[in-house]
């Protein structure tokens, strides 16, 4: 499960090396990402589609989040 | 035992009675006592009965150590360096290992509830109840989240949790609260319903087939069906066993990522 952090006692002292590739475990805080999106902007596209009487802006605002939520993972995980 | 698990015998495929599929009942347990309107469940006590193991190993390993370690102190050494070695280091370094017994206590503790699921005579896993890996992840989340307040200043920390690195200023009002949303309020979701989906799946699963091959086992060619379903309760419980290991690995491993994640100054 941590294929491609440090090896068995391997890591450097003083926290994780930048030069190495993050543990497998940003892979599961991604889903927390694609979760939260989704949730976030469903809720905000159901509230106005409330409000608005467009009942369609709920899948809408879900979509907005799973979209906005990709393109939050992509930005972090190609910076640096 | 569980009232439908009472009611199970004598009923047998082609003697006119259905499938009695386990369901969410299974998952209820009558209180062994009650206090008030405290009760007291098999859940809890299994639960008490994991903490202790747990502490008595330690204790008992632990108690006069030696430099060449031997028997309990052997195996608990094992058991240390293990989750030092592949939950903690790649995740924190050196500098993490004073969230070391923090770690060590998390891991053995659902690693000995989730084993509870096939001990025979126990067979009830307490994570599949999700009380027990609520409060767990409720831990987990003050536990980062203080650690963040300590390491960056209130202020400091927020901020970190809700700008993510490496966004272009012109998108951030629009990724900025998912950022927020996830970090603190997703984050202790997922490690809940993570561990008690798994627990529960798994329960459910050995459930289906253990029960299986007692209702088709009848002197007919339900004996064959009875005997593959058994097969596969042996199969499943092997899955079962690496499943337990590994749930109880992700949740210590995501808790090391949500300290380090707290404590790392960028990302």
Redesign the interface.
């Known amino acids: 499960?941590?294929g491609g952090?440090?090896g068995?006692?391997?890591?450097?002292?003083?926290?994780?090396d930048p030069s190495q590739p993050r543990?497998a475990?940003?892979g599961?805080?991604i889903?927390?990402?694609l979760?939260?999106?989704m949730?976030?902007?469903g809720f905000v596209g159901w509230l106005i589609g409330r409000w608005t009487g467009l009942p369609w802006l709920f899948p809408v605002g879900m979509l907005a989040?799973l979209a906005?939520?990709i393109?939050?993972v992509i930005?972090?995980v190609?910076?640096? | 035992m569980s009232d439908v698990a009472v009611s199970m015998p004598g009923c047998h495929i082609f003697s006119g009675c259905g499938y009695p599929a386990p369901s969410i009942s299974y998952f209820y347990f009558k209180p062994i006592f009650t206090i008030g309107s405290f009760q007291f469940t098999k859940p809890m006590l299994l639960a008490i009965v994991s903490a202790a193991i747990v502490l008595t190993f330690f204790f008992v390993a632990f108690r006069k150590p030696k430099i060449v370690p031997r028997g309990a102190q052997n195996l608990g050494e094992m058991g240390v360096l293990f989750v030092r070695d592949q939950i903690l280091r790649p995740q924190l370094g050196k500098k993490g290992d004073k969230y070391l017994p923090f770690l060590v206590s998390i891991f053995f503790f659902v690693w000995i509830m989730n084993v509870f699921g096939i001990i025979p005579l126990v067979d009830f896993p307490p994570t599949s109840r999700i009380a027990f890996p609520a409060a767990l992840a409720f831990i987990v989340w003050v536990t980062y989240i203080t650690i963040g307040m300590k390491s960056k200043g209130p202020i400091g920390y927020f901020r970190e949790m809700a700008i993510p690195q490496g966004a272009p200023w012109w998108i951030l009002p629009l990724l900025a609260p998912i950022e927020l949303f996830s970090n603190v309020l997703v984050r202790p979701f997922t490690l809940t319903i993570r561990l008690m989906a798994n627990m529960l799946a798994g329960h459910l699963l050995l459930l289906v087939f253990g029960l299986a091959s007692w209702y088709l086992f009848s002197a007919s060619i339900g004996l064959l069906y009875a005997t593959t379903s058994f097969v596969l309760t042996i199969i499943l419980t092997g899955l079962e066993v690496l499943i337990q290991a590994l749930q109880a690995f992700i949740f210590t491993t995501l808790t090391a990522f949500y300290i380090a994640d707290a404590t790392e100054t960028a990302h």
């Not at chain 1, 068995?8 to 994780?16: F, H, L």
């Open positions: 499960m941590t952090g440090p068995p006692g391997g890591a450097p002292p003083g926290g994780r543990p475990s940003f599961w805080a889903l927390s990402y979760i939260g999106g949730v976030l902007y989040g906005s939520a393109a939050l930005f972090r190609t910076k640096s």
